[in-house]
């Protein structure tokens, strides 16, 4: 019986790829052919959409075969047209998901693809109301508009309501001064517009316009209304916004659900150092970085120094790095396109050179030295190679320093473990204290874009000062001595070096600890840290003789670079190139690292 069985399945087998591969030989076996007929049923088919042939398809009568039902196997013959299955009762996400798919489709012009869509699945993609509500709206039939909003009264909030209402009435209103119907606008205005306490400032606004001559002025402009069908096609987006998902879905949120989920990808992935470029696979794929585009690979070493360099500081722009040492001059570097630092500029009259800051518009370089008494802070001003004024600092040697964003001058805060903070005002005659705060003995500082300070003091605590209205308050307090600190781009997480816990990393907003890294202790050695990567998510220092990479979420390490042969004292990511990492030494060199695609 089983023998039979086999010889029957390899003879429909048989019978079905002599179809595929010989079609004419089948259809001798069937009787002449007729040639002008299935010409013209080859070109009508292929004059129908795929959602009509899917549609004709499921409509067929079962007991009707094709010439070519003898190819078939009797099996999948009777499986194939039996009785239709009563539809399934599909869930909430499952409409929804139709929902969206159908409008990624009708989109496209798949209209009959669509219709089958939804046909088979008993779905719809949008209330009728919505259907014809989007139509008006886009058509400038404000009236009808109206009508139909009144009609969704019971399923959308009644403010809501309002806020659309409000929107087609001055619609409504600005088409009627400009086809010159005052009367009738300003009856809107006084009867038909709502009467809302809130809305008093606007609708005087609005009675304004009553006196300005269309011709002249472009009321669309001055109101931000809706000129054109296309403009309208923004005013459909911002009332879908106050509509519920199920009377109306949000535009394209298929491709917004695909962007997000490779937006999510990419922050989950712990290689994902910049933005790259989207490509059409983006949708098959999950995405995950390699690790080309780390910046792994020593591509420079800088021998320019006699002594440790323990210092430095990418300027604003990226365009240029500014480097100190135990002894020797300040350099300045240029960044060539191949991540390269080729000299710039050289300031001689520092030895001992600890803090460097840059200004806002990577134009002035200030110096701060330590350990040394009866020396001055240096501004200079970086491409004319000169000095541009220098800040009295003979009574300390353990100043700290940062430039002040968003001044209209430049203005230099300073700090130091004497008493000693203060907001200067420069100029190259004379500099003028303009903040003040006494009796705070500061390690580190940090400039805000609001104006504010961030300084750490010897008590322990990291504490926020406005200069402009002399007020203070206290943001974190660690549990050791706080050596130095660094803040991210985005002013979110403040990465700070504990004598003896490390580097420990705190959330600006919510004053919480995050996690701690405890493999990069430094203890009494000050190390400078800097965040890195297009979000700012990436942690870079130096540990002994290497640099140590972390991704901020996570305190596992990503990267070890060795290459240096003494103590690292400063590791710098590129502001602007993620792909380029600087790091100097005890044993008198700054090394560059970069990406394997940009070396």
Same mark, same amino acid.
């Given at each position: 019986m089983s023998e039979d069985v086999t010889v029957a399945v390899v003879s429909n087998i048989d019978t079905v790829e002599r179809c595929a591969l010989n079609p004419e030989a089948v259809a001798s076996e069937e009787g002449p052919p007729v040639k002008k007929a299935r010409m013209q049923m080859s070109l009508q088919s292929s004059s129908r959409s795929v959602g009509q042939r899917i549609k004709e398809s499921t409509l067929k009568d079962p007991l009707q075969t094709s010439k070519s039902s003898a190819?078939?196997? *009797?099996?999948?013959?009777?499986?194939?047209?039996?009785?239709?299955?009563?539809?399934?009762?599909?869930?909430?996400?499952?409409?929804n998901t139709i929902r969206i798919i159908g409008q990624y489709l009708k989109n496209l012009g798949l209209q009959e693809t669509v219709a089958t869509l939804f046909t088979e699945s008993g779905c719809r993609l949008e209330d009728s109301l919505a259907?014809?509500?989007?139509?008006?709206?886009?058509?400038?039939?404000?009236?009808?508009?109206?009508?139909?909003?009144?009609? =969704?009264?019971?399923f959308v909030p009644r403010a809501n309501l309002e806020q659309i209402r409000c929107k087609f009435l001055e619609e409504k209103y600005v088409e009627l001064l400009v086809n010159d119907k005052a009367v009738e606008a300003l009856r809107l205005l006084t009867v038909d517009f709502p009467a809302d306490m809130a809305l008093v400032e606007h609708r005087n606004f609005l009675a304004t316009l009553l006196y300005v001559d269309p011709k002249v002025s472009d009321l669309y402009e001055r109101t931000g209304t809706h000129k054109t069908r296309q403009d309208r096609i923004n005013l459909v987006v911002e009332v879908q916004q106050l509509l519920p998902?199920?009377? =109306?879905? *949000?535009?394209?949120?298929?491709?917004?659900?695909?962007?997000?989920?490779?937006?999510?990808?990419?922050?989950?992935?712990?290689?994902?150092?910049?933005?790259? $470029?989207l490509t059409p696979d983006f949708v098959l794929e999950n995405h995950q970085c390699g690790w080309k585009d780390f910046p792994l690979c020593p591509v420079q070493v800088l021998n320019n120094y006699q002594d440790e360099v323990w210092c430095a500081s990418f300027s604003p722009c990226g365009k240029y790095l500014a480097t100190g040492a135990k002894s020797g001059p300040t350099l300045v570097w240029k960044v060539n396109q191949q991540c390269l630092l080729e000299p710039y500029k050289s300031f001689e009259g520092h030895q001992?050179?600890?803090?460097?800051?840059?200004?806002?518009?990577?134009?002035?370089?200030?110096?701060?030295?330590?350990?040394?008494?009866?020396?001055?802070?240096?501004?200079?001003?970086?491409? +004319?190679?000169?000095?541009?004024?220098? @800040?009295?600092?003979?009574?300390?040697?353990?100043?700290?320093?940062?430039?002040?964003?968003?001044?209209?001058?430049y203005h230099l805060v300073c700090g130091d473990q004497k008493g000693r903070f203060c907001q200067y005002a420069l100029s190259q005659d004379a500099n003028?204290?303009?903040?003040?705060f006494d009796g705070y003995r500061i390690r580190a500082l940090y400039c805000c874009k609001d104006g504010s300070v961030l300084a750490a003091d010897t008590h322990? $605590?990291?504490?926020?000062?406005?200069f402009n209205t002399e007020t203070e308050e206290n943001f974190i307090t660690e549990q050791s001595q706080i050596i130095t600190f660094t803040v991210?781009?985005?002013? $979110?997480?403040?990465?700070?070096?504990?004598?003896?816990?490390?580097?420990?990393?705190?959330?600006?907003?919510?004053?919480?600890?995050?996690?701690?890294?405890?493999?990069?202790?430094?203890?009494?050695?000050? @190390?400078?840290?800097?965040?890195?990567?297009? +979000?700012? +998510?990436?942690?870079?220092?130096?540990?002994n003789e290497d640099v140590r990479i972390w991704n901020h979420k996570s305190d596992h390490l990503i990267a070890s670079l060795s290459g240096h042969t003494g103590k @690292?004292?400063?590791?710098?990511?590129? *502001?602007?190139?993620?792909?380029?990492?600087?790091?100097?030494?005890?044993?008198?060199?700054?090394? @560059?690292?970069?990406?394997s695609t940009l070396s």
């Open positions: 190819c078939r196997s *009797p099996n999948v013959d009777r499986n194939s047209h039996s009785t239709p299955l009563p539809p399934r009762c599909l869930t909430q996400v499952q409409i259907v014809r509500l989007r139509e008006c709206i886009l058509n400038g039939d404000w009236d009808l508009s109206l009508h139909l909003l009144n009609k =969704m009264s019971s998902t199920s009377v =109306m879905l *949000p535009p394209n949120r298929l491709e917004q659900l695909l962007k997000q989920a490779w937006k999510t990808q990419s922050q989950d992935c712990y290689l994902h150092l910049s933005e790259p $470029r001992n050179i600890a803090v460097l800051s840059w200004s806002e518009d990577s134009a002035m370089l200030a110096v701060a030295a330590a350990d040394v008494l009866e020396t001055d802070i240096f501004v200079y001003d970086v491409h +004319n190679g000169s000095v541009f004024c220098t @800040v009295d600092n003979r009574s300390s040697d353990t100043t700290v320093l940062a430039f002040s964003p968003g001044c209209q001058t003028k204290i303009v903040g003040k322990n $605590r990291v504490r926020k000062y406005c991210d781009r985005q002013e $979110r997480y403040l990465l700070v070096d504990a004598k003896l816990h490390g580097l420990r990393l705190w959330d600006l907003k919510s004053g919480t600890l995050l996690r701690t890294y405890s493999d990069a202790a430094h203890q009494d050695l000050i @190390v400078h840290s800097s965040f890195g990567g297009n +979000n700012q +998510n990436y942690i870079a220092t130096g540990c @690292v004292n400063t590791v710098v990511w590129n *502001p602007t190139n993620p792909r380029m990492l600087v790091s100097c030494s005890d044993d008198n060199t700054v090394r @560059v690292w970069a990406s």
